[in-house]
């Protein structure tokens, strides 16, 4: 598939709809979720990148943005073994980040650090990828 420079109000919304129902499934969990919530919502994460995986670098950008910052934990979750790699592409700056992951930190994702990205991505596929 080519790039997206675009993504429908529905793609968006669908998106939006599945992590509202991803972040209540691990809710409903109870005394269950302590165990797994790391390894649930970095998989989580790697299917919030992939519902948006064809996004171009012209409408991203090079600097640290959401989707960039979702862009690098996925790679760093699936080429690095889960522990965070900027790489040389992105001008990634932590303190400009959502997370603020530095490079070598191992990827841990809790709910909450889960909802505040997922959160900020979709904010920035609407305010950029909106025809």
């Known amino acids: 598939m080519l790039g997206r420079k675009d993504y429908s109000q529905e793609e968006i919304d669908h998106a939006a709809a599945t992590v509202r129902a991803q972040l209540a499934a691990f809710a409903s969990l109870g005394a269950a979720k302590g165990s797994l919530e790391h390894v649930y919502f970095n ?33 760093s979750l699936i080429d690095n073994g889960g522990v965070f790699a900027p790489g040389k592409v992105i001008k990634y700056v932590p303190a400009a980040s ?8 191992t990827i841990e994702l809790t709910a909450a650090q889960y909802e505040r990205l997922a959160t ?8 950029k990828f909106r025809p």
Do not use: S, Y
Request: with cysteine; charged share 20%.
């Open 43 to 75: 998989n989580m994460t790697l299917a919030l990148d992939r519902l948006f995986v064809h996004r171009i670098r012209p409408v991203t950008g090079k600097g640290t943005n959401p989707l960039n910052e979702l862009e690098l934990i996925a790679q």
């Open 98 to 105: 959502v997370l603020q992951l530095q490079a070598g930190d």
């Open 120 to 127: 900020a991505c979709l904010a920035d596929v609407q305010a």
